[in-house]
């Protein structure tokens, strides 16, 4: 198993074993990830040792419940390289200024942190609040989420996603974590 | 500050862009002087952002990630980065070496086909095959899909169930079908898929999924080598068989190693 303390230990201590271990397993499914969308492997190598890079950074300051470290580092990857693509968008229009290593991380590790305290809170919502949500971001039409829910109308839908995400941004903000990690 | 129900109203119609110009025009002066409005649509945005694959919310600089960044300059991290250099260097070469022999064994595999293939017209399969292919391929020993308590695998148990009611055209179809929409290589899935096709006499099929567990850089990798000498030892081709054994045999961490040596030295 991967996800006790001696793991974590021996991924904090550097132990050649333990690195070896999450290459073997987890490198292939990133590589993979990040041919299937558009990058190369060195690519996939820069992800994989920044995202190591975060999880070791976070698991030092803070008291992170890792329930399975693959499926941990293999989010931080995806999310990594989701900003590097939305990045290169940005930059293309010189909105972003250049920044140091030091400082991309840095901005990562905010907004990952940021990913993951909304990604708690969604779950605490009520179901048919996660459902509708789901649904509004997987940008299924007004119209369908009426008829599964018997709305009136589409205005009474927006109503509802609206009060859904209000909820939800309710209960981001309320969070002691909020205050330290908002813009 | 919390808001009240009539900032929430008006802002609903504010995002859902149901105001006229002038409405507009006076409730984002009413934003302008409002951290509290600010935030919620800052936020609001974010969470926007956070879910629009195409998309990413950038942090512009705040004293968090200015002190997040100090994080990323201290010598512990630094000398972890470096570590993490070697390790993946490490990797990196290792992958390669096995990538070329594999490779290696790919070409003399294919050489000792044709051979085995043309031995094969000429002489009939021995029953000795047949029999060391029956007493091997017992399927128990494939581990289990379904994870206790994950109810999120359900499609994964109702392989299972298939593949034990040996409805192998369903359970190859469904395995395929489950690593499609897997982003992860699944060496399970590879493993229940390759000894469905198997089963189903799908030769070659079965034998380019072992190879690509083989390939898959994952802990059960080795298993492939085992898998595909079943496959030629039902196909009757001893020469590829032995090739495939001596494969399992070349590390004694290997899956069936010491079946492996019994059966090269029954087939030598």
Known sequence: ?183 | MELDDIQLEKLERFLNGQMDAAEKNAFQQEIDASIALQEFIGTYNQLDAFEDVDNWPFSRGNDRMKEAARLFLKKDTIAFASTLNEANFQYQEHSKQTRGLWQRFAIVGSVAACIALLLYVIFPSTPDLNKMYVDHSSWEELPSLAVKGDSTEINKVILEQVFQKEDYLESAAMSEQLLEESDFMDPTLLLYLGVSQLELDQFDAALQTFTTLIESNTLDAHKGFWYTSLVYLKQGNTEAAIEALEMVVSNKYNYKYSEARKMLKALR
């Open chain 1, 1 to 183: 198993m991967h996800d006790n303390n001696d793991f974590i230990k021996g991924f904090l201590d550097g132990n050649p074993k333990v690195l070896r271990a999450i290459y073997t397993r987890s490198f292939p499914f990133v590589l993979k990830y990040i041919i299937s969308h558009d990058g190369q492997k060195k690519d996939a190598e820069d992800i994989f040792q920044n995202a190591l890079l975060i999880i070791y950074t976070k698991l030092k300051q803070e008291k992170i419940n890792i329930q399975s470290f693959d499926n941990y580092l293999f989010t931080v990857c995806k999310n990594l390289w989701r900003r590097e693509n939305a990045k290169k968008r940005v930059t293309t229009n010189d909105l972003l200024p250049l920044v140091s290593e030091e400082l991309n991380l840095a901005a990562f590790y905010v907004e990952q942190s940021q990913w993951e305290l909304y990604q708690e809170k969604l779950k605490s919502l009520s179901v048919q609040c996660q459902e509708i949500l789901k649904m509004l971001f997987e940008k299924v039409p007004y119209a369908h989420i009426v008829k599964k829910y018997g709305y009136a109308s589409q205005t009474v839908a927006r109503q509802r996603v609206f009060k859904c995400k209000s909820r939800l941004i309710k209960l981001i903000q309320k969070d002691k974590r909020y205050q330290r990690l908002k813009e």
